[in-house]
């Protein structure tokens, strides 16, 4: 690998997560020149990469301006959060159809996804929270075993990651009612029960990202009594 490909790499690398980590937000403008000084690289792995980005469609370029972070477009959220959730709730009950050794090795990833993502919480890394958020919800999926559905779901893990950053951003406060949220499904798949993880996910994932709740409860997380 030419060092300036590995240069092109190493900036893709780190303007893409802090995309994904909201560190860069949707819709703040970013120079060549700044991210070449603050990487110590020259312009043209930077251009390089954000010509990468900007393919992804995580950036639109602007000649002699800058390049844009491209927002979270409308309707968004809503249309991957609903392919989430038939997936997701598909995936359990596929899981807990089968014998208690699979929903057990299920239910013990689960958990120890759990501590880590409260140990994540406790530094206050919101980076590092919402990939073990998006894992969390990919091990769900993984566990149902169809090879096509997984690389479905992969394609969304980082708009997920993204969407869940930007609302930890909004109020930090979530990340508490996450975790209780995530110990709910955990607990539902131990207990054997698709139809109730499938009502609990769509809440979750609903509250999360601030979108009316079922049976026309609009409250958004963070805005009860947590």
Do not use: C
Not at 75 to 96: F, K, M, N, P, Q
Not at 145 to 173: C, H, I, K
Request: aromatic fraction near 4%; charged fraction near 30%; hydrophobic fraction near 45%.
């Amino acid at each position: 690998m030419s060092k300036l490909h590995s240069a092109s790499e190493q900036v893709y690398r780190e303007v893409k997560e802090r995309i994904l980590s909201a560190t860069l937000p949707g819709g703040e403008l970013i120079s060549e020149g700044e991210i070449a000084a603050e990487m110590g690289t020259s312009r043209t792995p930077v251009r390089e990469a954000f010509l990468r980005l900007e393919v992804e469609g995580w950036m639109r370029l602007y000649p002699k301006r800058g390049a844009l972070i491209v927002p979270v477009a409308d309707g968004e959220t809503e249309h991957v959060i609903s392919a989430r959730r038939l997936v997701e709730s598909d995936a359990a009950r596929v899981v807990l159809a089968r014998d208690d050794a699979a929903r057990a090795g299920l239910v013990r990833a689960l958990r120890d996804n759990l501590d880590a993502q409260r140990a994540a919480a406790a530094a206050g890394d919101v980076g590092e929270f919402s990939w073990l958020d998006a894992d969390f919800h990919g091990l769900i999926v993984r566990a149902a075993g169809n090879p096509l559905l997984v690389t479905f779901y992969t394609s969304l893990r980082e708009r997920q990651r993204r969407m869940t950053a930007r609302s930890l951003a909004r109020d930090p406060l979530q990340l508490r009612s996450i975790i209780d949220d995530h110990m709910l499904l955990a607990d539902l798949i131990a207990a054997g029960d698709p139809d109730g993880f499938a009502a609990a996910v769509d809440v979750h994932m609903r509250r999360v990202h601030g979108l009316p709740l079922p049976g026309g409860d609009d409250r958004r997380t963070g805005q009860g009594d947590r």
